[in-house]
């Protein structure tokens, strides 16, 4: 297939991680023209990321779920697309127009329909000294291990949520186990999600694989303290120690890194961008973008697959990524409804087994109240440095929404746009107004959702200009 | 400034080219990602945050978080989305009288 982007695709796909790959994969195959667009340099996503040129050693440190992904890169390779890596899209409209930079150099592009498979981002954890150099989102350290096999010396791991013992494991695997873990959930926490246990033993999988990394880390001795409260990471100049609250008593750990994690939610600055709907799951604490069993948004020509959608896993986000991409086949005529309904059937049974186990995972590893409504001294706007105080204090003056929050201080004005704080910014508000989450809303996100020079928009009217790194795959 | 790294390879990293980061010459590993690169070399903060002056590293890996922004011929760019590569030349981002990166 030749390399033109300037045509229309009868397909764009955003996010080259499982929902991305295995949508593409499968729209090939029904014979749909597909652009891949991927802001990384590899394909994979974050959860399989760097997965192509993975070692032996780091492929047994990271361990089989990791390894997964080897399988969907292989029949991606196959498949007659173009993939762009390296591709940051700024705008994309409901129509199904694309704009997008590859190293500096802006295009445009339309297809007839777009695929969202922007993933998950970590939830903000808003602590005392989160912005020290030396903190990072537990992601972060497994990204580091993953793309660049390095692992954190002196590190301790804080939060909640079944990650953390993934990654806790997969250092032990590399021979610098963390320090401690910090972890927040409490006791009732687990009692509770026993309510919800049925569901999790249909998805016992995972409940298999929690159990075998915790036996991991007590082998290994790396120590535990649950029900941990009052996080706070200390140092003048980086990260030096961690301060919490255990049973009653103050703890201090000297340690160099911080990893933070309370898990993770969907990413949704391309589907807010795009003007799409979106409304607050009280369960995942978090805000989804609307669709429907088949992955079509609030606008018809648009889908979103995978994490982004609603958080359900790597093994989720491919079969919700197939199940896409046949409704989308279907769509255009590729495919009879028939055949459509009967190659999906199997997708849509299994992707309810993925997700049966989510309401017990949200319940016994919930993000803390420390970091759902901070106190008023901590930062909670990274990029301009916005306390949460200061964000009450806005909704005291009458602020009733995050966009008017932007008219009171900076919060979510940064390079980050609001990537970090937006859901807490709503979350201080609706509790501060006593009004809902879907009331309160979150951040209008503006295109371009990534700064970009004038050159690059400039860019847009050159003929010639674009297109540079676009690679043909098959 | 240079410290020993919190970070280890697990294999030595092969293929080193000379990299300038704040006025110091730094042997990184070519193709390496440019935020993992410094990390492993000991850099701690790679820039100043406007307004508290306050240092500043990379914090998610995956460009999302923009707190690992250096400025490289002249431009503003995300260390954790380029690789490294001989001879690149990259300035800690300082603000300009506290409040901005612009001149
Ligand atoms: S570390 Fe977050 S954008 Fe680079």
């Known amino acids: 297939m030749s390399a033109n982007d300037r045509r229309d695709f009868d397909l764009a796909i955003i996010g080259a991680g499982p929902a991305g790959m295995a949508a593409a994969a499968q729209a090939a195959s029904a014979g749909l023209s597909v652009l891949l667009l991927d802001e990384q340099a590899r394909l994979g996503g974050q959860i399989y990321r760097d997965i192509e040129r993975t070692s032996e050693q780091r492929g047994r440190i990271l361990g089989k779920d990791y390894l997964a992904g080897r399988a969907l890169v292989d029949d991606l390779v196959k498949s007659s697309i173009t993939y762009v890596p390296q591709a940051s899209v700024w705008q994309a409209d409901q129509d199904g127009h694309l704009c997008y930079t590859v190293e500096g150099l802006a295009t445009q592009t339309k297809a007839h329909r777009v695929l969202l498979a922007t993933g998950a981002l970590e939830r903000p954890v808003p602590i005392p000294g989160w912005t020290l150099p030396g903190v990072m989102m537990a992601g972060a350290g497994q990204i580091l291990l993953k793309q660049s096999g390095l692992v954190a010396k002196r590190a301790v791991i804080a939060g909640s949520g079944p990650l953390i013992y993934l990654i806790a494991a997969q250092m032990v695997r590399a021979g610098n186990p963390p320090l401690a873990l910090i972890e927040t959930q409490t006791a009732a926490d687990f009692w509770q999600a026993q309510h919800h246990l049925a569901g999790a033993l249909r998805g016992w999988r995972y409940l298999i694989k929690g159990l075998g990394l915790i036996g991991e880390l007590r082998r290994a001795g790396v120590k535990r303290y649950r029900g941990a409260s009052d996080l706070q990471a200390e140092g003048q100049e980086r990260a030096e120690a961690l301060r919490f609250s255990h049973r009653g008593k103050q703890q201090w750990l000297a340690c160099e890194t911080i990893f933070l994690h309370m898990g993770v939610v969907p990413n949704t600055q391309l589907s807010r961008a795009m003007n799409l709907d979106h409304y607050w799951s009280a369960a995942q604490h978090c805000f989804h973008p609307k669709t429907d069993g088949w992955g079509r948004s609030s606008a018809a020509a648009i889908f979103i697959a995978g994490d982004g959608a609603g958080i359900a896993g790597a093994k989720g986000a491919e079969l919700a990524g197939r199940i896409a991409a046949l409704r989308i086949a279907a769509d255009l005529g590729r495919l009879d409804e028939a055949t459509m309904a009967q190659s999906a059937t199997p997708l849509h049974r299994e992707l309810a087994r993925e997700r049966a186990a989510r309401p017990f995972l949200d319940r016994a590893y919930p993000a803390s109240s420390q970091v759902l409504a901070p106190d008023d001294a901590t930062m909670v706007c990274r990029c301009e440095e916005v306390s949460a105080g200061d964000i009450r204090r806005y909704a005291a003056m009458g602020c009733d929404g995050p966009n008017q929050a932007k008219a009171f201080g900076r919060a979510g004005m940064g390079p980050c746009q609001g990537r970090y704080c937006g859901l807490t910014v709503s979350m201080l508000l609706a509790s501060v107004n006593q009004r809902s989450l879907d009331e309160t809303g979150y951040f209008r996100i503006r295109p371009p959702i990534k700064p970009l020079t004038l050159g690059e928009i400039a860019q847009l009217d050159d003929p010639d200009a674009g297109a540079k790194e676009v690679m043909d795959l098959g | ?103």
């Open chain 2, 1 to 103: 400034m240079k410290t020993a790294s919190p970070f280890e390879y697990l294999a030595q990293p092969t293929n080193l080219v000379a990299v300038r980061f704040d006025g110091q010459t730094y042997q990184l590993p070519k193709g390496e990602n440019l935020a993992a690169a410094l990390l492993a070399a000991g850099v701690r903060s790679t820039r100043e945050n406007p307004g508290s002056n306050a240092p500043r590293a990379a914090f998610c890996m995956m460009g999302a978080c923009y707190e690992c922004r250096v400025r490289i011929d002249g431009a503003s760019v995300q260390a954790c989305m380029i690789q490294v590569r001989d001879g690149l030349v990259v300035e800690k981002m300082q603000p300009i009288g506290g409040q901005s990166y612009e001149r």
